[in-house]
């Protein structure tokens, strides 16, 4: 099969390029460095040549209101250079709960991408994942001090990023979902919990302050951060990825 990967040098991309090469597939990996620009539209019809399937995994430079013009610009670009090249299946990377935020301008970008995915002409899938075991020290430093971090006791399910990438990787060599999957950790834990067994991991000797109006999660209310059933749920736990060298 052959798959383009649409933001082939982040986090996911560059996992999800190789895992799909050590699977035999043909890939062709598309980012700024390979001459592909969403923003404009060019190289999209060369990267997109004769594949079957492609896979979006870029993200906006900003979490600001800019991030709806970004997934509005960069969507349609894709969607009807996929239309024109004949890829039979777009696969998305989302994030669970994204549509019960709307009071966050990213969450409402994403969510934009998402029905704009839904209404194109091309079969779809969406893959829903839970907050990344990756970005646990992004998360941190939002409301950091030199003494204190300071977070919400908002309610998450992390994963590790290699098991999105899993996720992916068997929905794009899959028939097209026309909806979507959850991927999800196996563990739920309050955020500010979260961070206080990341800097005990670390032997960081800051303290954590719960305060449910600090950083970007505190716009998050209930369990909408949570996977629902028949989510799947993948196996690493965040204490044992913690304590993995990498």
Do not use: C
């Not at 906006?60 to 991030?67: I, K, L, N, Q, R």
């Amino acid at each position: 099969m052959k798959i383009t990967v649409i933001g082939a040098t982040g986090l996911i991309g560059s996992q999800l390029v190789s895992r799909l090469g050590a699977a035999g597939h043909e890939v062709v990996p598309a980012s700024l460095s390979t001459g592909v620009d969403l923003l404009t539209g060019a190289g999209l019809d060369e990267a997109l040549a004769g594949a079957d399937t492609v896979v979006n995994v870029t993200n906006s430079p900003t979490f600001d209101e800019a991030s709806l013009d970004f997934f509005r610009t960069t969507s349609g670009h894709l969607l009807s250079a996929g239309e024109r090249a004949g890829v039979r299946h777009q696969v998305a990377l989302s994030i669970v709960g994204v549509d019960q935020v709307p009071q966050l301008d990213y969450y409402r970008a994403k969510t934009l991408q998402e029905d704009l995915l839904k209404q194109g002409a091309t079969p779809y899938s969406i893959v829903r994942a839970t907050q990344f075991f990756e970005f646990m020290d992004a998360v941190l430093s939002w409301t950091a001090d030199a003494g204190t971090v300071r977070l919400p006791a908002t309610r998450v399910q992390p994963v590790a990023t290699a098991e999105v990438v899993e996720a992916l990787a068997d929905v794009a060599t899959a028939p097209p979902l026309n909806g979507t999957l959850e991927v999800a950790g196996p563990d739920v834990l309050p955020l500010d919990e979260l961070g206080r067994r990341t800097l005990a991991a670390r032997k960081d000797d800051r303290t954590v302050v719960t305060d449910d109006k600090a950083g970007m999660f505190a716009a998050v209310e209930g369990d909408v951060l949570i996977a629902g059933p028949g989510a799947r749920l993948a196996p690493t736990r965040y204490e044992d990825w913690l304590a993995t060298p990498r």
